[in-house]
């Protein structure tokens, strides 16, 4: 009987021991996260943690609104910038299981106007092209910025920029729109070719791209506090975003994009937590499937081999999945995302098998940003690490 007592003791220490490693961890990843942003001048962030395709930690800090002390918590409505491109790629993929569309055919089948890169007019583009960066459709810089509409959601039509933007007799038509390398011999990373994939999707659904994610993927997973335009969220649960370059903390107007499939997404680190883990398990979450398993295997899967790649790819620093990014030498794999007064990341580790999502609504001095996103992704990983071994130890 003493030696069971003396064995219960030992087992109620230990696990107080842990207990108290993983408090410890907490008010010091807390601690870290505030000093940092108390030192850079970011206003709010919010993150969370995945482990064994479960939230494992959730956490806000700082300030939704500065000015009314609102605080910036997981339930926080932000723009999410280009990981909404994630989003665009579930729906081709959907689109793709109901035959509407195919991966591999000429985009020209699809659209109402043509997209003829004039230094190659006759090789086709296609939608892997589109989703792999590898189109030879590039961003007008200047072009693409004054698309931003700044005040609310943008009035002008995605479809209406688009044709404008390939067509020849088009108001904002340049040779200079495409590239001179052959689709899929060059990655360039572009905006306005995922906006004509989710455009793509709109004419062969017959639903606004909206509509088409709502319907299966919003819903389903009870993304509530999820949409792309102001119009489809609660404006009282939204971020204001913030700009600190200067030394004078400037609200930024909200604004709208254009080409919104490439970055128009608003949701919460909570929502999108249900997204992520919906396709870091096959395209099923809680009972919900929104893809097939086979689907999210092709959108998620590294598309450059050796064999196939472009020319400006080194296949040991990057590799793209359709609208789904490699980084770090292909040890993580989601999506970044960064605009006006954003910036966001998700991503799961392959070898450690933990997933991040991390949120901020403050602009800052590119070096500063840099630093700030590097040290705290990196502190919030390693405390992933505990939450994870510390899980599994017991």
């Known amino acids: 009987m003493k030696t069971f007592i003396v064995i219960l003791l030992l087992l109620l220490s230990i696990s107080y021991t842990q207990d108290s490693i993983g ?81 591999d055919v000429d985009i020209n089948n699809y659209l109402p106007f043509k997209v003829i890169n004039p230094f190659f007019p006759n090789e086709i583009i296609t939608l892997r092209n589109l989703a792999t960066h590898t189109s ?28 404008n933007y390939f067509d020849t007799k088009g108001k904002y038509y340049n040779q200079d729109n495409f590239l001179k390398f052959k689709p899929g011999k060059y990655f360039n990373y572009s905006n306005i070719a995922a906006g004509l994939a989710g455009y793509i999707i709109e004419i062969r659904t017959g639903k606004k791209l909206n509509e088409y994610s709502k319907h299966f993927i919003f819903n389903p997973l009870k993304m509530d506090n999820t949409g792309w335009f102001f119009s489809e969220i609660n404006l009282a649960n939204h971020s204001t975003l913030y700009n600190r370059e200067t030394d004078t903390l400037k609200v930024i107007k909200p604004y709208g994009l254009t080409t919104y499939p490439d970055g128009g997404v608003r949701t919460s680190v909570s929502d999108l937590s249900k997204f992520f883990i919906c396709l870091l398990n096959g395209g099923k979450n809680n009972g919900v499937r929104i893809l097939k398993k086979k689907s999210v295997a092709e959108m998620t899967k590294p598309q450059f081999t050796e064999a196939v790649k472009p020319d400006n790819v080194d296949l040991v620093k990057r590799n793209e999945g359709l609208f789904w990014a490699f980084d770090n030498n292909g040890k993580r794999v989601g999506h970044t995302g960064g605009d006006p007064g954003v910036r966001t990341f998700m991503y799961y580790d392959t070898k450690e098998k933990v997933g991040i999502i991390l949120f901020m609504n403050t602009e800052l001095k590119e070096a500063e940003l840099k630093n700030f996103r590097t040290t705290v992704y990196d502190e919030i990983f390693k405390y992933a690490l505990t939450l994870r071994d510390n899980k599994t130890s017991r």
């Open 23 to 103: 408090q410890n961890k907490a008010t010091y990843i807390d601690s870290f996260i505030e000093n940092k942003m108390a030192e850079s001048g970011m206003v709010g962030v919010a993150t969370a943690i995945v482990i064994d395709k479960k939230v494992a930690w959730s956490h806000g800090y700082g300030y939704a609104d500065k000015d009314k002390k609102t605080s910036f918590t997981p339930n926080t409505i932000m723009n999410i910038a280009s990981i909404s491109k994630t989003i665009t790629g579930a729906c081709l993929m959907h689109a793709v299981e109901e035959n509407k569309l195919s991966l």
């Open 136 to 163: 030879g459709i590039t961003d007008q810089e200047p072009l693409y910025d004054n698309s931003y509409y700044y005040g609310g959601d943008s009035p002008e039509q995605l479809g209406d920029f688009l044709k």
